[in-house]
């Protein structure tokens, strides 16, 4: 069966510091890749999405940048934090070669920038 | 691009009774409609989906109903118990990318 792992769990960073999340997952081949964040009591953004390894396509302009360096890895950054980048941030996946199929989501990383 | 309006935002309901939440899309190439479950401080997880060309489908308490002449899909749960206490997100995906266009959400409490 297939499972997504997202780390760290929780991150509390400084503004102006970087910024790292990895998203992985196992069990299955050629993903597709999805990014999204979650403000507090608010819906899904979907950030970034990537149907293939180094492609990456962006859906908000913003202080973040996501690559996919492995067909299962997916990593956010940002070089330099802001306190808006606070929030949930969910990766997910899809099977790549089929329509109308659902994400599976991760367990989330909870990112509080002070 | 498509847009998904969902309501209630919130709603209360008496452990036992029946809840639905509503949600509307704007795009009629919108072909797949999942539901979301997520509890506090994780990620959602699916509950139920329909594809356009269903009216249709249950999945013992919990049923969703489409109507794509009006496009609209509701989800639907019976007999609710405390644990269903949670925030429910709809879609819509048109399968391009499988990039989905979510609902605002509607926080569904329980009350036992």
């Known amino acids: 069966s297939q499972t997504i792992h997202q780390w760290p769990a929780t991150l509390v960073q400084p503004v102006g510091s970087p910024l790292s999340l990895e998203c992985t997952v196992e069990?299955?081949?050629?993903?597709?890749l999805y990014w999204y964040r979650q403000a507090a009591g608010r819906g899904l953004q979907l950030l970034f999405y990537s149907v293939g390894i180094g492609q990456i396509s962006s859906e908000v302009p913003q202080n973040l940048s996501a690559s996919r360096p492995q067909d299962r890895q997916f990593i956010l950054s940002s070089k330099k934090l802001l306190l808006s980048d606070s929030g949930f941030y969910l990766c997910?996946?899809?099977?790549?070669?089929?329509?109308?199929?659902?994400?599976?989501f991760g367990p989330g990383t909870r990112l509080l920038v002070l | 691009g498509e847009n998904v309006e969902q309501h209630p935002s919130t709603l209360s309901v008496q452990e036992g009774d029946s809840a639905v939440i509503k949600c509307t899309y704007s795009d009629s190439a919108s072909n797949y409609f999942p539901w979301y479950k997520q509890e506090l401080g994780k990620g959602p997880q699916l509950i139920i989906d329909i594809r356009s060309n269903v009216g249709e489908k249950k999945d013992q308490r919990i049923a969703v109903t489409l109507n794509k002449t009006a496009k609209h899909f509701s989800l639907h749960i019976t007999e609710t118990q405390p644990e269903d206490s949670a925030v429910y997100f709809c879609a819509a995906s048109m399968g391009n990318f499988n990039k989905f266009y979510f609902g605002s959400g509607t926080k569904l409490n329980v009350k036992p």
């Open positions: 069990g299955t081949s050629n993903p597709n």
């Open positions: 997910a996946w899809s099977p790549r070669l089929r329509r109308g199929e659902t994400q599976y």
